[in-house]
Antibody, heavy 119, light 110 residues
Framework: EVQLVESGGGLVKPGGSLRLSCAASGFTFSSYSMNWVRQAPGKGLEWVSSISSSSSYIYYADSVKGRFTISRDNAKNSLYLQMNSLRAEDTAVYYC????????????WGQGTMVTVSS | QSALTQPASVSGSPGQSITISCTGTSSDVGSYNLVSWYQQYPGKVPKLMIY???KGPSGVSNRFSGSKSGNTASLTISGLQAEDEADYYC??????????FGTGTKVTVL
């Protein structure tokens, strides 16, 4: 079964850091670009970051550029998001999502992990 | 990276067809045939319904169809059913190898 499982969410104070992980299974992880998408409570979806299959290409939304770092370990079938200098507006459910290079769509999603930034 | 514009809500009776619009700019929807649509039930994970403007993933009902004209993409749901009541988001590949989502549309089946 194709599956993505996120972990690492929690409560953190403004200015703090958190590292999210996403474990992939059931497909050849190293063949796909991967992404992080977030959704603030009661709000819409927001793309956060993308990383190509070999980590050669990395992109960020302006809202997180310079604060968040996406990475992956193909040997461990894992995707990561290092989040620094967190703000209240970063509070959201964070989803990892797979995107086939041809379609540039998010075809498989994890169940999400909640990040709450509050003092 | 401004969000694509969608109507906040669209409603229809069972069996009817409804269309959700998604308006962007020449930097996203207008430049790429890489618009996708997602269905999301409350508290659930988004599900891919349409990719590359008009292609349907395996397993998705063919009652869902997509199209694009200029800077506006559209999702049409034909033969509306109670189970179609959900939130729908468009998404476009955009300049700078980024993505932009729509504001979301709540579909209500009357």
């Amino acid at each position: 079964e194709v599956q993505l499982v996120e972990s690492g969410g929690g409560l953190v104070k403004p200015g703090g850091s958190l590292r999210l992980s996403c474990a992939a299974s059931g497909f050849t992880f190293s063949s796909y670009s991967m992404n992080w998408v977030r959704q603030a409570p009661g709000k819409g979806l927001e793309w956060v970051s993308s990383i190509s299959s070999s980590s050669s290409y990395i992109y960020y939304a302006d809202s997180v550029k310079g604060r968040f770092t996406i990475s992956r370990d193909n040997a461990k079938n894992s995707l990561y998001l290092q989040m620094n200098s967190l703000r209240a507006e970063d509070t959201a459910v964070y989803y990892c999502a797979r995107s086939p290079s041809v379609s540039y769509a998010f075809d498989i999603w994890g169940q999400g992990t909640m990040v709450t930034v509050s003092s | 990276q401004s969000a694509l514009t969608q109507p906040a809500s669209v409603s229809g009776s069972p069996g009817q067809s409804i269309t959700i619009s998604c308006t962007g700019t020449s930097s996203d929807v207008g430049s790429y045939n890489l618009v996708s649509w997602y269905q999301q039930y409350p508290g659930k994970v988004p599900k891919l319904m349409i990719y590359e403007v008009s292609k349907g993933p395996s397993g998705v009902s063919n009652r869902f169809s997509g199209s694009k004209s200029g800077n506006t993409a559209s999702l049409t749901i034909s033969g509306l059913q109670a189970e179609d009541e959900a939130d729908y988001y468009c998404c476009s590949y955009a300049a700078g190898s980024t993505y932009v989502f729509g504001t979301g549309t709540k579909v209500t089946v009357l």
